[in-house]
């Protein structure tokens, strides 16, 4: 059977987020496919969905041992509707993410992504470094967005990734927070095997994404819940204690194969990990990408956010001036502007957070004890707001 949506999620010991999540979208009515596919070391997941009656939810259990892409890629597999959404175990969905598939049809698209995420949920556990627990158990709603839908300029989206050194996957397609057609996944598959690649597979599939879609769009409008958990990567980041040593990091496990290039600094961090997608993506694709692949910009927000870690960004510039033709002059002063660009950027970025940490209220910070209570609060709200 064909669904118009295929919700897949790929989860790993967090049985109790993903729980909620999988209640959360089978609260909806309409048609659609949800995709559970558990690498658990245990069965608590799989005990506490036994009691879910639901056509619509598939269940799987497979190995601990898969590492991340693995266990991104073979659950993607088993999607078999026209347009697939990925969720983290403790995201959850719109109910604007219907129009989203209905716009995406209507207008012959592969991909459709949020502009940003208007809607985010923070699990009672999460804590961030600077605001303790005080966004903790709040789902944050920003109403201001419309029903307008726009057209990406691919290759310029693509000279932006390239130039931010994969820093993100911005307006790029992505089928992590994203609606990707079925025709585009098994494109890219058939082309390279796989649809994920590197430690960070998100960002590897937008690139390969953004290079053969042939429609992608920015909606203006919500199509998914933006979860952050305690043990989550995001919440990881909060903490900043998403940094360490490459190989003895829990995300690292079962990625002791993984070749890193020499060229990326060799310790984890947020940045490390997306460079190293993002290059492995490149690779597979035009060496022209890579040409264009702004190393200059990556040692310099490795010197800005990991001082400690200045050996290992040395030892990356050293082997990038190994291979190239670029002159340590010219990378230098590439680092050099862009370490001022980025101290003007952060200085601003915190800024704005300590301002919106004021003028925050109880009107667009909800209280929600998990994202089922928290789908249900943004449902009654879009209501209200129609």
């Known amino acids: 059977m064909s669904h118009v949506l295929s919700i897949v999620i790929p989860t790993k010991n967090r049985a109790l987020y993903c729980h909620s999540t999988v209640k959360s979208i089978l609260n909806y009515s309409e048609n659609l496919q ?7 070391d245990g069965t608590e997941l799989q005990e506490r969905l036994f009691g879910i009656i639901d056509a619509r939810l598939f269940y799987k259990k497979v190995s601990p041992d898969l590492n991340m892409t693995e266990n991104f890629d073979s659950a993607l597999k088993l999607a078999t509707g026209d347009y697939v959404l990925m969720l983290g175990d403790d995201d959850g969905i719109s109910p604007q993410i219907f129009d989203a598939v209905d716009t995406c049809v209507r207008m012959n698209a592969d991909s459709i992504t949020s502009r940003e995420f208007y809607v985010a949920y923070n699990w009672p556990d999460f804590r961030s470094k600077y605001s303790g627990d005080y966004q903790a158990g709040k789902l944050s709603i920003n109403l201001k967005f419309d029903s307008i839908v726009t057209e990406i300029d691919m290759p310029k989206e693509i000279r932006n990734f390239l130039n931010n050194a994969g820093q993100g996957c911005m307006a790029l397609p992505r089928i992590y927070h994203g609606l990707i057609s079925q025709s585009l996944i098994q494109n890219i598959r058939n082309l390279h095997g796989a649809c994920f690649f590197g430690v960070s597979p998100d960002v590897s599939f937008a690139f390969l994404a953004a ?50 290039p020499s060229v990326i600094p060799e310790f984890f961090s947020v940045e490390s990990v997306w460079a190293q997608a993002a290059l492995a993506a490149v690779d597979l694709e035009s060496p022209n990408y890579r040409a264009r692949f702004n190393f200059g910009y990556l040692y310099a927000l490795m010197f800005m956010r990991h001082g400690d870690r200045r050996s290992q960004t040395g030892k990356a510039i050293s082997a990038y001036m190994a291979t190239s033709s670029e002159s340590n002059f010219k990378l230098r002063m590439v680092i050099y502007a862009n370490m001022a660009g980025l101290a003007v950027a952060t200085a601003r970025s915190a800024f704005q957070s300590v301002m919106a940490r004021f003028v925050r209220s109880n009107n667009d910070m909800t209280p929600a004890i998990d994202i089922e209570t928290a789908s249900i609060i943004l449902k009654l709200t879009l209501q209200r707001e129609k």
């Open 34 to 40: 949800l995709i559970v596919q558990d690498s658990s």
């Open 211 to 260: 290079v053969h879609s042939r429609r992608h769009l920015i909606a203006n409008f919500p199509i998914t819940i933006a979860g952050a958990s305690g043990g989550s990567n995001a919440g990881r980041s909060a903490l900043r204690t998403h940094k360490g040593d490459l190989w003895a990091d829990p995300h690292m496990e079962h990625y002791k194969t993984e070749v890193w």
